[in-house]
């Protein structure tokens, strides 16, 4: 909608690289241009576009514009008609959105966040090990004397070749937290144990997250290398 001429258009932009034509036509016309959308969450590139292009992004409450919504049909371009009446019509319920800066660093907690629950994880499965094999150090497990009690644990026959070490995927973030605030290695190839069990045999955590405690015949956690 120009709202200098009153003149109304529709167009369907099928892929990003239309989006990118699109917009990019109307910033060289020096247009002041102001989108409305729906909160979806799935358009980063479409913000990041309109961010670098200096256009005006009017995010809505899906919940909001629901309500507005006369005829129970739904489609694509009856949505952005919608969306059109109510800009137009100064009601369209506008959310407040963090700006991309503040977003980029929440993601990054987030992430940080998921890293910590999956090393922890995998620090209790070593720690079931550790308990069904009489060792029982409890938080002095992590610490150089007991990292070495636990990579000199014999494993049930069953273990196939070539695993890694289990305490060798738990490793200090840094030289300050030595001991205390183990990093996690993870791989599509690892899997993860099950401390259900009285071993830790191979499987697979829902989230990706995977650890293989085991080897062959007697051998003890720190001759993996020897067969490799």
Do not use: C
């Not at 256009?55 to 309500?67: C, K, Y």
């Amino acid at each position: 909608m120009d709202t200098e001429t009153g003149e109304l258009g529709e167009q369907r932009l099928i892929h990003p690289k239309e989006a990118e034509q699109f917009y990019g036509e109307l910033k060289e016309r020096n247009i002041a241009v102001r989108v409305g959308m729906e909160a979806s969450g799935h358009a980063r590139w479409f913000e990041r576009l309109l961010r670098q292009l200096q256009f005006e992004l009017w995010i809505g409450d899906a919940a909001e514009i629901r309500t507005k919504r006369v005829r129970k049909q739904k489609t694509d371009r009856q949505d952005a008609q919608l969306l059109l009446r109510l800009i137009m019509e100064d009601r369209f319920p506008r959310i407040w959105v963090a700006d991309a800066e503040n977003r980029d660093l929440r993601q990054l907690l987030w992430h940080r966040h998921r890293l910590v629950q999956m090393r922890t994880r995998v620090m209790n499965q070593l720690h079931v090990v550790a308990l069904n094999e009489g060792l029982r150090r409890r938080k002095a497990l992590w610490r150089p004397g007991g990292r070495k009690e636990l990579e000199l644990i014999a494993l049930a026959p069953w273990a196939g070749p070539a695993t890694p070490r289990p305490a060798g995927l738990v490793r200090p973030t840094n030289a300050e937290d030595s001991g205390a605030h183990p990093r996690v290695r993870t791989g599509s190839g690892e899997a993860s144990g099950d401390p259900a069990t009285d071993d830790t045999s191979r499987s697979r955590a829902a989230d990706g997250t995977s650890l293989r405690v085991g080897h062959r015949n007697s051998r003890t956690l720190s001759q993996w290398e020897t067969d490799r």
